[in-house]
């Protein structure tokens, strides 16, 4: 028969069974096992040594047996290696116990005497691969049926719901793990809950407030509650303003690289919220009034077009 694999697929092959398994089985979080202990690399290169010592080994005893072998001994053997795997002992052997089928000369004993026109019919034996098949989902069937409508162990219900509460707990863990995803101009938008502006209220309060007041009233930098602004007002100019720093007045800086964009979102958020605040002492107002443009409203569309 000849060999399943040439030795130099069946080194590599085994060798990446191995590694897949001993990276499956051991633990070592999200660096791969071989890295994070040491000893693994170590027994995989021992592992890998033996593997090249052994094919070695039985590849020269093979060479000297076959020097040993009489020349009618040595044909044999060719004639031996010649016949694929699927024509071996082994595998007529193993496809004949699960199929038990009957060889045409053997045909003979199985007929039954029904003759349609000619055609004939014969006893076979129902092959025990699908018999045994079969039988396993009997025993299969009467395991579940106990499990689940006698001992009510839990329901699909049940399991899909606790599927989703690990995936949710993933999604979680995934989270607080990644960083979050940077905000770009054309994504920012107006935050309005509670959470963010709190976190804006923070970063300006530590931040900002030594030019702009706590109140936003104005110091340094200009009062950041009327409705007048240098650099035009609205989410989008407060924020790439705040993100970019001023180009007229190099004492705002751009907060973006050093806050990140995230935070510029939170602490613009929070600034546009102070609107109409009139605090206290606020300095005058500079800039224009700014207008927020009016959304452009779909045009009314024709309902009668759409009837039929
Ligand atoms: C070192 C002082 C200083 C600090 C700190 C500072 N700013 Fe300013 N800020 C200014 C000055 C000065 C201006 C005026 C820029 C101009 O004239 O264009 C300004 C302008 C602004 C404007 C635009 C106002 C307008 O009318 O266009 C916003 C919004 C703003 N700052 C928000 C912030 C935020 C938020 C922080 C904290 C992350 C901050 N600033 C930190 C000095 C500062």
Excluded at 43 to 68: C, G, H, N, P
Excluded at 193 to 204: Q, R
Aim: some cysteine; proline content about 4%; aromatic content about 10%.
């Amino acid at each position: 028969m000849k060999k399943l694999f040439p030795s130099y697929v069946r080194v590599p092959l085994i060798f990446a069974l191995v590694f897949m398994a001993l990276e499956y089985f051991i633990d070592s979080g999200d660096k791969p096992a071989f890295i994070e202990y040491p000893m693994v690399s170590v027994f995989l290169l021992v592992f890998l040594f033996l593997l090249v010592a052994i094919e070695i080994v039985v590849s020269a005893v093979d060479r000297v047996t076959y020097s040993m072998l009489t020349d009618e001994q040595r044909k044999q053997l060719d004639e031996a290696q010649q016949i694929s795997f699927m024509e071996s002992k082994f595998m007529k052997n193993l496809l004949h116990k699960l199929s038990r089928s009957k060889s045409i000369e053997q045909e003979a004993d199985i007929m039954l005497d029904h003759d349609y026109d000619g055609i004939k019919e014969l006893d076979n034996v129902l092959p025990p691969w699908w018999v045994n098949l079969f039988y396993a989902t009997i025993i299969f069937g009467a395991i579940y049926l106990f499990r689940f409508h006698v001992m009510n162990e839990y329901t699909q219900d049940q399991e899909y719901q606790k599927e989703v509460e690990l995936a949710n707990l993933e999604i979680e863990k995934h989270k607080m793990n990644s960083p979050k995803e940077e905000i770009t101009l054309e994504q920012v938008t107006l935050l309005t809950d509670d959470a963010s502006l709190a976190k804006g209220k923070e970063i300006f309060n530590n931040t900002c407030a030594a030019c702009h007041k706590a109140d936003g009233g104005g110091v340094v930098g200009p009062n950041l509650t009327d409705e007048y602004w240098i650099n035009g007002g609205g989410i989008k100019n407060v924020f790439k303003l705040i993100a970019e720093g001023s180009k007229n007045n190099p004492s705002m800086v751009g907060w973006a690289k050093i806050i990140g964009t995230n935070e510029v979102q939170n602490v613009a958020s929070y600034v546009l919220s102070l609107q109409g605040t009139k605090p206290a002492g606020g300095k005058a107002p500079e800039g224009e009034k700014w207008v927020e443009p009016v959304a452009e409203t779909p045009a009314a569309t024709d309902t009668t077009a759409t009837t039929k």
